[in-house]
């Protein structure tokens, strides 16, 4: 009676073990889905933004563009009336245009390289939340080097977005010359 006893407590004692590893599992899938939930809210944000920061420079670009065909338009006009004087006015109205319009075209190529950085931030960052929220899923000695894997990623592709900004803000200065 006693061994029945006995065997009836250790089997009670491990059903509600496996109960609560069951429910410490499904927390943990839920916290990994939310998780999920929330990288994709916070990438749609992102992109979102970056696409009205892209719209609004693509925006200034062609205003731009056609303010400098104006200003060209103008100057070819003003030296057909007065050709001999006008000739040297026009050449720099012109170069002056172009200029602006260098100028303009390095502010969109600045502005739609941090707005991809920002992309990249965002999409690197949402990462990171996903693949900490896997380790801790995990047992409690993989926890650790799975953290470290996960921000080492993070931190490279943090790199690389910085690398590509400074790569676009290079060219837009040539676009600048």
């Known amino acids: 009676m006693k061994n029945l006893m006995l065997v009836s407590m250790i089997a009670l004692t ?10 410490s599992a499904v927390e943990a899938q839920r ?3 939310q998780a999920r939930q929330q990288a994709a809210e916070d990438l749609a944000k992102a992109q979102q933004e970056a ?29 057909n009336e007065k050709i001999n004087s006008a000739t040297g006015d026009a050449l720099d109205a012109a170069k002056e245009a172009r200029s602006d319009v260098a100028e303009v075209e390095a502010d969109a190529i600045n502005t739609q390289a941090k707005a991809d950085y920002d992309v ?21 000695a993989k926890v650790g ?16 977005a910085k690398r590509a900004l400074d790569d676009a803000q290079a060219a837009a200065e040539d676009a600048k010359r």
Do not use: F
């Not at 491990?14 to 429910?23: K, M, N, P, R, V």
């Not at 696409?51 to 030296?79: G, H, N, W």
């Open 31 to 33: 916290h990994v889905e």
């Open 145 to 160: 080097p799975c953290k470290d894997q996960a921000n080492a990623a993070h931190d490279i592709a943090k790199q690389n």
């Open 51 to 79: 696409s009205a920061q892209a719209a609004e420079a693509q925006r200034k670009l062609d205003a731009a563009r056609e303010e400098a065909r104006a200003d060209v338009a103008k100057a070819d006009t003003e030296a």
């Open 120 to 140: 990249a931030v965002a999409k690197a960052d949402a990462e990171l939340k996903v693949a900490v929220e896997r380790c801790e899923t995990m047992d409690s």
């Open 14 to 23: 491990l059903g509600l073990g496996a109960c609560s590893q069951q429910d």
